[in-house]
T-cell receptor, first 114, second 115 residues
């Protein structure tokens, strides 16, 4: 059972336009969400995060929105650049008394066309 | 600081063999997690080690095991390899993954191919 879903395996966007990557989760216990970016032959790198007490977090061209009632978050990249072409992973985290772990979605491959 | 390093970067094995992968975390990081990445499955959590103890474990068979040394370096071992074990194995380190806002730093991965 996939607790973190990214229903779009791929996305193509024109350079300069907005890229919107979506992520849905099923576990209401998740209280922290992260986005990672991965280039081929490299490990994922942290991009931006948001706590469940917020609904928006912005860092330069990247903004993450969280809709807790819909269990949905999205990553907006404005403006999109060719260097943004990569696989983007949504991840969720929750604290339990005995352990915590990060659950990753399957990823969305973004292609920014010059 | 040097990043997370993983060795070897590429590995080819045959079914039934066993394999050991190594991960050196960022200096000062005490938590090391391992993930398996396959096409369409994203990153599947294998296990996490903290201060030489396995603190957390994913839903993988017992053929997958790991350990952490006193210098925080970690190894994972897969015994009796199966074709389905072909994947990219990623190691990630963090100061302490239990910190609410802690983020993980990933190594480049080891690409394992089982023939």
């Amino acid at each position: 059972d996939q607790q973190v879903k990214q229903n779009s395996p791929s996305l193509s966007v024109q350079e300069g336009r907005i890229s919107i990557l979506n992520c849905d989760y099923t576990n209401s216990m998740f209280d922290y969400f992260l986005w990672y970016k991965k280039y081929p032959a490299e490990g994922p790198t942290f991009l931006i995060s948001i706590s469940s007490i917020k609904d928006k977090n912005e860092d330069g061209r990247f903004t993450v929105f969280l809709n807790k009632s819909a269990k949905h978050l999205s990553l907006h990249i404005v403006p999109s650049q060719p260097g943004d072409s990569a696989v983007y992973f949504c991840a969720a985290k929750y604290m339990k008394t005995s352990y915590d772990k990060v659950i990753f979605g399957p990823g969305t491959s973004l292609s920014v066309i010059p | 600081k040097a990043g997370v390093t993983q060795t070897p970067r590429y590995l080819i094995k045959t079914r039934g063999q066993q394999v050991t992968l190594s991960c050196s975390p960022i200096s000062g990081h005490r938590s090391v997690s391992w993930y398996q990445q396959t096409p369409g499955q994203g990153l599947q959590f294998l296990f996490e080690y903290f201060s030489e103890t396995q603190r957390n474990k994913g839903n993988f068979p017992g053929r997958f095991s790991g350990r952490q040394f006193s210098n925080s370096r970690s190894e994972m071992n897969v015994s009796t390899l199966e074709l389905g074990d072909s994947a990219l194995y990623l190691c990630a380190s963090s100061p302490d993954s239990r910190l609410f806002t802690d983020t993980q730093y990933f190594g480049p991965g080891t690409r394992l191919t089982v023939l």
